[in-house]
């Protein structure tokens, strides 16, 4: 039989999470994570079979955001109420502070590269500005770029050379060339969407970028070179990010925050950060 690619279909019951449902990722277990499970402060995990629990709570007046792996494991959480990006042992659920940056409008999606070097949008919804932010692996945190509109999603591409980052409000999508050592250069614009909003995008292995279509309920599914190749209809309208996992990289879940669950679909392309982990 053959397989229907780009279908969703419900994962998890509605309302299970809360409406600030985001940050989607998967360990190498395949196991999946998102923020705000039952109640805000905590993460959820959410087994491939589609059972979901609280995993942490988070310390008081965190709320987490975007979650990523590194290559040893660890969790790291954008808290954009503490202006906090948070990392978190495994196995013994210990939280800890990998870096902090006052000057941080609220740290919301994150990606990161196969150095583990982390990415952070900044967004200021107030004002329709945001800034980007790069935290080393020793936590050290720095400013890349200022003066943007609404930054929301944020992406590497396989090949470690480029920097995605949306700006939600001005429905833009920008790339940057990228060093080794994660500094940015060459801004160009990739694309600039007529409606609706955005919010969190992820790439598969070929450089593909899937983007979070907030308001329009879709994902849209665009070559490296910005060309949008199909759009996935989803059943909630206001999806917040995406991640790649399953047992081969090409199962795709969205957070839906009208819903407050998560959505699935199967794609023909492993992710790029499931990738990382093989």
């Known amino acids: 039989m ?8 419900e994962f ?11 940050g989607p990722a998967c360990d190498s277990d395949g196991n999946l994570y998102a923020v705000n499970f039952e109640r805000q402060h905590t993460i959820g995990k959410v087994t491939p079979e589609g059972e979901a629990s609280v995993f942490i709570e988070l310390p008081p007046g965190s709320i987490g955001n975007g ?15 503490n202006h906090n990006v948070l990392k978190v042992d495994m196995d013994t ?14 740290p919301n999606d994150l990606a990161i590269g196969a150095n583990d070097i982390i990415y952070a949008s900044d967004p200021n919804w107030g004002e329709s500005t945001g800034q980007i932010w790069r ?17 929301n999603g944020i992406e590497v591409s396989p090949d470690e050379k480029v920097l995605y980052v949306n700006e939600s ?25 007529p409606d609706f909003g955005m ?31 199909l759009e996935v209809e989803l059943t909630g309208k206001s999806c917040t990010n995406i991640a790649f996992g399953g047992t081969d990289g090409r199962t795709c879940y969205v957070t839906i925050a009208d819903r407050g669950n998560v959505e699935v679909f199967r794609v023909d392309k492993p992710g790029r950060s499931w990738n990382l982990f093989q």
């Open 67 to 81: 979650i990523r792996f590194n290559s040893e494991g660890y969790m790291f959480i954008a808290d954009y109420t």
């Open 169 to 193: 409000t001005q429905k833009n999508v920008w790339r940057y060339d990228l060093s080794s050592n994660g500094d940015i250069s060459n801004k160009s614009l990739l694309i600039q969407f």
């Open 135 to 151: 935290v080393d692996t020793n936590g050290t945190v720095t400013l890349l770029e200022s003066d943007m509109g609404t930054t």
């Open 12 to 22: 998890t019951p509605q309302n299970g999470f809360t409406s600030g449902i985001e």
């Open 199 to 229: 919010d969190g995008m992820r790439c598969d292995v070929d450089g593909n970028l899937y983007i979070t279509r907030h308001g329009k309920g879709t994902i849209a599914k665009l070559s490296p070179s910005g060309e949008v190749l």
């Open 2 to 9: 053959n397989e229907e690619f780009f279908v969703s279909s």
């Open 93 to 106: 659920r210990e939280i800890t502070v990998h870096a902090h940056e006052p000057t941080m409008n609220q």
